[in-house]
């Protein structure tokens, strides 16, 4: 029979080696494949006078399916616990929930 060991990642060293940037996303989009799961997280930003608008894609991450789930549940504990020291998360209106669209075969 097997044991699970539990590491504590706040006792690893972390480093970025490659500097990897640090990003803003205000948009995502989750595209679903046999193989992988795909989040493109972008920015959308106003143009010129006019009020145009530009979607800016910062990055396109690809997983397998098990990571994406655990993701998942990782994202839904975080809400959960910002929502606990902070209070709710309001969401403007229907539209702005994210993600807007799941698509398949990315």
């Known amino acids: 029979m097997s044991s699970l060991t539990t590491i504590d990642l706040n006792a690893i060293p972390w480093g970025?080696?490659?500097?990897?940037?640090?990003?803003?996303?205000?948009?995502?989009?989750?595209?679903?494949a046999p193989w992988d799961i795909r989040i493109l997280f972008a920015e959308i930003i106003t143009t010129?006078?006019?009020?145009?608008?530009?979607?800016?894609?910062r990055a396109n991450i690809a997983m397998?399916?098990?990571?994406?789930?655990?993701?998942?549940?990782?994202l839904a504990s975080a809400v959960t616990a910002y929502e606990d020291q902070f209070g709710q998360?309001?969401?403007?209106?229907?539209?702005s929930k994210l993600p807007s669209k799941v698509e398949k075969e990315l």
């Not at 970025?16 to 679903?32: H, K, L, Q, R, T």
């Not at 998360?89 to 229907?94: G, Q």
């Open 48 to 57: 010129g006078s006019a009020g145009d608008s530009a979607v800016l894609l």
């Open 89 to 95: 998360i309001n969401m403007p209106n229907a539209e």
């Open 16 to 32: 970025n080696p490659d500097s990897v940037p640090s990003v803003y996303c205000n948009n995502a989009s989750i595209g679903i």
């Open 64 to 74: 397998n399916p098990a990571h994406a789930k655990a993701l998942a549940g990782a």
